[in-house]
Every structure is written in structure tokens, then in C-alpha cells.
């Protein structure tokens, strides 16, 4: 028979099995609930490195629609006015207007007029909303969005070519026109780039190293390839945060210099185009090089130091040998790809440039004066 010290005995170590077991079941309690929300912040850092503005893109614009000749928006990205507005009134004397449109993105509150042009082509052509634009800064990339943005509003305009204040024409209208609006491509310069000190590595996952390459910002699109740039805000907010210049050495720097020059040089209108069409998985509807001719030269700069810089053509240089050299190029070649582009459109062997720059005043005057560019033909 059981005594009442043996039954006081049990039940004391069942109590004791109970709370042993009851701490057991809270300590994997807090465990699980411990690497849910270790895995939660996890999440929330990585979410917040990315700046990214949301998980989804925003609603696309609505398409409009469009019955009729198609246009070629011009698109002048300028630090002030157009110094060659002269040889492109001369590039559009006599053309149809139904055939382009002229968009200028200059410094904020310049207003294109009798006071800053010579021709009357560009009166009033100047966007409303223009920014300070700064070399090697993510602000040169959001000027050519506005400049697409505002172009976009015309369903008339088909194709999109983003031009310099240095830039000339190499043609008369009508065959840029047809070589333009005959390829169903857009024609950006786009090629791997395999340097470490541009790609940051805090732009993944949401920038994917494999997809970033490298180009000329002088870019031709066709009308969806400039709706999905205007309609882009997941990629731009990374370029913004961490493509950026290296700064200049600085002889009052110092020591510091050595741990500026070890930043990432990122250029970010030398990529942010040609990785976002990449990532959309648009490179096969891209001629992957650019229609405007620019000549590079290893020289010192104030703002870089020595570096490849492009060369400024001045009167002297502006000879019928050096326009025929430029329109007799039929190909580029690609060495981090071991690529040669030929340049075609639907299939037949073309010219590679219709454009080229750097040129001066004088240069310009010298082309149009000796017709080097063919516009009297038009």
C-alpha cells in the first residue's frame, strides 16, 4: 500500500518533469522565433543598402496611339546654348517639320530665343524642367531622361538621338532620316567591361555584375526602349547612390589622395543605359554601337589627370580627308569582347557614323562652307 510521503514523492517529480519539459517547449519557442526574426532584418538590411524605391515598377504609361510618318526627336543635351546652331538650321532648311521634332535640355531658366540663337528653328525648344547637370554625375543621366520624357509626349516620335552641343551632322536629312527610321533597332553602344574599379559591389543583387556593360552615352532608341528608360525607377536610384566619380587627386589632399583614388570611378552615363536595356533582356534588339564618331586621345586633364580624353576638332582639322576617313568606317571593334561589329542596318553593309564630335565654331563653319556634309544635296 502505498504510503502518503511515497505519493507526495511522485507527484513532486512530475512536477518537476513537467517544468523541465515546459522550459524545454520555450526555449525552442524563442529559438524559432529568434531565426524568424534574425532572417526579417536580414531582409529589411539588405532591402534598405538597395535604396530602392519599391519591389515593383510603376504602372507604364499608356501607350498612344500613332497613325502616320514617323519622327526623329533631337535631342540636344547642352551646358548653355548651341554654339553649331548654324550648321543644324542648315541640316533642317527645307525638311518637312513632320519629319522631327527639337528638344533642348540646357542650364535651368535659359530660354532659346533671338538673344541666344541665331536661328529661329530652336526658339522656345528648351525643356521648362531642365537641371544643373554636372560631368560624371548621375544628374547628366537624369537630364536625358527628361529630355526622352518630354519627347515621349509626341506619339509622333518614333526614334530618339541623343546629340551634343559639339556635335555635327555627317549627312543631309534625308539619309539620316532613312537609315534611322529603316532599322527596327536602337542603336546603343554597349559592351562588357571587365574593370573592377567601376561595378560596386553594394549594387547587387539588385544590379547584377553579369548584366553591367559599358558604352558611349550618345545613344538612338526606338520608341519602347525610351519608355522603358523614362519608366525606369528601380535602377536609376542605385546608379544615383553608388555610381559615382572618384574624386580628382588634390596635391592639398595629401595622404587622403591614396584612399580617394581606391574608390570606384563609376561614370554613370558611360553604363546606367546600356546595363538597364541589359538587364531587361533587350541586347537583341540593340546594334550594339553607337552613331556618333567621337576621337579619343591619352592627355592630361585638370579634373582627371591623364586619361583618355575626346579630341576637339578645330578649323584646320575639319579637311575633306577627315570627314571621308569617319564616313568610310564599316566597322568597330570590341576588345573586351573580342568583337567586330559591322555595321549594318536590315542586313546591308552602312556607314558606321552619322554623326561626329567634338568640333569647334570654326570647324563647323569650315564643313558648311565647303558642303563637306553633303546638304546642299538634300
Given amino acids: 500500500m502505498t504510503t502518503m510521503a511515497e505519493t507526495a514523492a511522485a507527484r513532486s517529480r512530475t512536477t518537476a518533469l513537467l517544468r523541465r519539459r515546459g522550459k524545454w517547449k520555450v526555449a525552442m519557442l524563442a529559438a524559432i522565433i529568434g531565426v524568424c526574426l534574425l532572417g526579417l532584418w536580414t531582409l529589411q538590411s539588405r532591402s534598405s543598402s538597395f535604396d ?18 514617323s519622327k526623329i526627336a533631337f535631342l540636344f543635351l547642352t551646358r548653355r546654348n548651341l554654339p553649331l546652331d548654324f550648321i543644324w538650321a542648315s541640316f533642317f532648311q527645307g525638311v518637312d517639320m513632320t519629319s522631327y521634332s527639337i528638344y533642348i535640355h540646357s542650364q535651368p531658366g535659359l530660354v532659346f530665343d533671338e538673344s541666344t540663337t541665331k536661328s529661329p528653328l530652336f526658339y522656345g525648344r528648351q525643356l521648362k524642367n531642365s537641371i544643373q547637370v554636372a560631368w560624371g554625375e548621375s544628374s547628366m543621366i537624369e537630364a536625358e531622361r527628361l529630355l526622352l520624357d518630354a519627347a515621349l509626349k509626341d506619339p509622333a516620335n518614333q526614334r530618339f538621338v541623343l546629340l551634343s552641343d559639339s556635335c555635327v551632322p555627317l549627312y543631309n536629312f534625308s ?16 559592351f562588357l567591361d571587365k574593370k573592377d ?18 558604352g558611349s552615352q550618345w545613344f538612338t532608341l526606338i520608341r519602347s526602349h525610351a519608355e ?45 543605359l546600356q546595363t538597364l536595356l541589359t538587364m531587361e533582356g533587350l541586347e537583341n534588339e540593340l546594334e550594339r554601337r553607337t552613331l556618333t564618331y567621337t576621337e579619343w586621345n591619352e592627355t592630361a ?14 578649323s584646320s582639322a575639319a579637311t575633306p580627308q577627315l570627314i571621308n576617313k569617319i564616313k568610310d568606317i564599316k566597322n568597330v571593334y570590341y576588345e573586351t569582347e573580342f568583337r567586330t561589329e559591322w555595321c549594318r542596318t536590315n542586313s546591308t553593309l552602312v556607314p558606321c557614323f552619322l ?18 556634309v553633303g546638304f546642299r544635296a538634300q
Fill in 197 to 214: 574599379d567601376r561595378y560596386n559591389t553594394k549594387m547587387s543583387p539588385a544590379i547584377p555584375k553579369d548584366d553591367w556593360r559599358k
Fill in 175 to 190: 539619309f539620316i532620316y532613312d537609315y534611322v527610321v529603316g532599322s527596327p533597332n536602337s542603336f546603343v553602344d554597349s
Fill in 52 to 69: 530602392l524605391i519599391s519591389t515593383t515598377r510603376r504602372p507604364r504609361r499608356v501607350e498612344l496611339t500613332f497613325d502616320g510618318p
Fill in 301 to 314: 586633364s585638370k579634373m582627371e589627370g591623364t586619361g583618355w580624353h575626346p579630341v576637339t576638332f578645330t
Fill in 355 to 372: 554623326f561626329a564630335r567634338k568640333f569647334s565654331g570654326g570647324a563647323a563653319m569650315q564643313l558648311l562652307s565647303e558642303d563637306l
Fill in 228 to 272: 522603358v528608360v523614362v519608366d525606369d525607377d528601380l535602377v536609376f536610384p542605385v546608379f544615383r547612390k553608388y555610381c559615382k566619380r572618384r574624386p580628382p587627386v588634390n596635391g592639398r589632399n595629401g595622404k587622403l589622395n591614396l584612399k580617394l583614388q581606391k574608390q570606384h570611378n563609376c561614370i554613370p552615363d558611360e553604363h546606367y
